[in-house]
T-cell receptor, first 115, second 115 residues
Framework: AQSVTQLGSHVSVSEGALVLLRCNYSSSVPPYLFWYVQYPNQGLQLLLKYTSAATLVKGINGFEAEFKKSETSFHLTKPSAHMSDAAEYFCAVSRDYSSASKIIFGSGTRLSIRP | GAVVSQHPSRVICKSGTSVKIECRSLDFQATTMFWYRQFPKKSLMLMATSNEGSKATYEQGVEKDKFLINHASLTLSTLTVTSAHPEDSSFYIC???????????FGPGTRLTVT
């Protein structure tokens, strides 16, 4: 079985500060890992994905995540937070992209940005 | 531009009535469509997976007679919530997949409120 755990349901940082959203996964097979962002009353937008290529994955809006197998982690970071980054962020895991594979979502982390 | 659309974006219905939500793949023919449900401040839970021309596969605990899914074409899937009750109030999100092995693209979601 696969699962993801997001540490911290709410993270608040100052504008310009480092953003760090934590995600740990559990998977019996090499995982595909994702980070999605959801703005209020909107669907999910893919930020970035790890598909067993480079362990450091760069995404949109200046976000990146590093796959660390030894730590079973896939934390999301951004060097300098912007007010527009305030949203809900979901870490997710899948066996692969096939239609038979489900995407399992974490519980989400709400990111707030202080002026 | 948007890859997936949902209609309506929000709907309010009375208890006991049925409501239909449409999900359209705008950019490509989708062999597989997924329906998710998101409770307030919670993560997404997969409800069912549907392939064009075949019956949907429902997740454990999801009542197939209550949540009717019709994957009428390669660009359209509908979710009908039958005999809706207040506890069915939620944010429903669909996603589409072009081919096996490709990623899912998420729709903007439909907020259902049952009074």
């Amino acid at each position: 079985a696969q699962s993801v755990t997001q540490l911290g349901s709410h993270v608040s940082v100052s504008e310009g500060a480092l953003v760090l959203l934590r995600c740990n996964y559990s998977s019996s097979v090499p995982p595909y890992l994702f980070w999605y962002v959801q703005y209020p009353n909107q669907g999910l937008q893919l930020l970035l994905k790890y598909t067993s290529a480079a362990t450091l994955v760069k995404g949109i809006n200046g976000f990146e995540a590093e796959f660390k197998k030894s730590e079973t982690s896939f934390h999301l970071t951004k060097p300098s937070a912007h007010m527009s980054d305030a949203a809900e962020y979901f870490c997710a895991v899948s066996r692969d992209y096939s239609s038979a594979s489900k995407i399992i979502f974490g519980s989400g982390t709400r990111l707030s940005i202080r002026p | 531009g948007a890859v997936v659309s949902q209609h309506p974006s929000r709907v309010i219905c009375k208890s006991g009535t049925s409501v239909k939500i449409e999900c359209r793949s705008l950019d490509f023919q989708a062999t597989t469509m997924f329906w998710y449900r998101q409770f307030p401040k919670k993560s997404l839970m997969l409800m069912a997976t549907s392939n064009e021309g075949s019956k949907a596969t429902y997740e454990q605990g999801v009542e197939k007679d209550k949540f009717l899914i019709n994957h009428a074409s390669l660009t359209l899937s509908t979710l009908t919530v039958t005999s809706a009750h207040p506890e069915d109030s939620s944010f429903y999100i669909c996603s589409v997949q072009r081919e096996t092995g490709e990623e899912q693209y998420f729709g903007p979601g439909t907020r259902l409120t049952v009074t």
